[in-house]
């Protein structure tokens, strides 16, 4: 029984959870360069929990073969960087007082629905693009 409990095989790029860090990491890219100051610690902290959200995923999957201890504990660094980049967005609002999306808002629930059926990294960055910095912020944190 305990050799089932967690099968990891398989492309893990098809799965659903990698698609949306990769998206996270895209996105975060194109918000740190575009809102962020250059001399900004937080710029670097973004960039580094977007990209250790997909590589702890990509590292915890290729572990998996050797311990599945292992492979859980990098998912769980993986989530854990997604809380932090959460911060991150809301802090962003917050310091610059602007609107958080409440969970009951339209724009959030047609936020969660596009996510749902689309994991395009290139047209999230691209509608990203046309979208200003509060509104990036907050699909992010969406």
């Given at each position: 029984?305990?050799?089932?409990?967690l099968?990891?095989?398989g492309?893990?790029?098809?799965w659903?959870?990698?698609?949306?860090?990769?998206?996270?990491?895209?996105?975060?890219?194109?918000?740190?360069?575009?809102?962020l100051?250059?001399?900004?610690?937080?710029l670097?902290?973004?960039?580094q929990?977007a990209r250790?959200?997909?590589?702890?995923?990509?590292?915890?999957?290729?572990?998996?073969?050797?311990?599945?201890?292992?492979?859980?504990?990098?998912?769980?660094?993986?989530?854990g960087?997604?809380?932090?980049?959460?911060?991150?967005?809301g802090?962003?609002?917050?310091?610059?007082?602007?609107?958080?999306?409440?969970?009951d808002?339209?724009?959030?629930?047609?936020t969660?629905?596009?996510?749902?059926?689309?994991?395009?990294?290139?047209?999230?960055?691209?509608?990203?693009?046309?979208r200003?910095?509060?509104?990036?912020?907050?699909?992010?944190?969406?």
């Amino acid at each position: 029984m305990a050799e089932t409990f967690l099968k990891l095989a398989g492309d893990y790029t098809k799965w659903n959870v990698y698609k949306k860090s990769v998206i996270i990491c895209d996105v975060t890219e194109l918000f740190i360069n575009r809102a962020l100051p250059r001399s900004s610690r937080t710029l670097d902290q973004m960039r580094q929990a977007a990209r250790s959200c997909k590589q702890n995923i990509v590292e915890g999957v290729s572990d998996a073969t050797v311990s599945v201890e292992i492979c859980i504990k990098l998912l769980g660094v993986a989530r854990g960087s997604v809380r932090e980049l959460l911060e991150d967005y809301g802090d962003f609002l917050r310091q610059n007082n602007l609107e958080t999306w409440k969970i009951d808002d339209p724009r959030t629930k047609s936020t969660r629905q596009y996510c749902r059926k689309n994991d395009n990294p290139t047209e999230f960055v691209e509608k990203c693009k046309q979208r200003s910095d509060e509104t990036v912020a907050n699909i992010m944190i969406t």
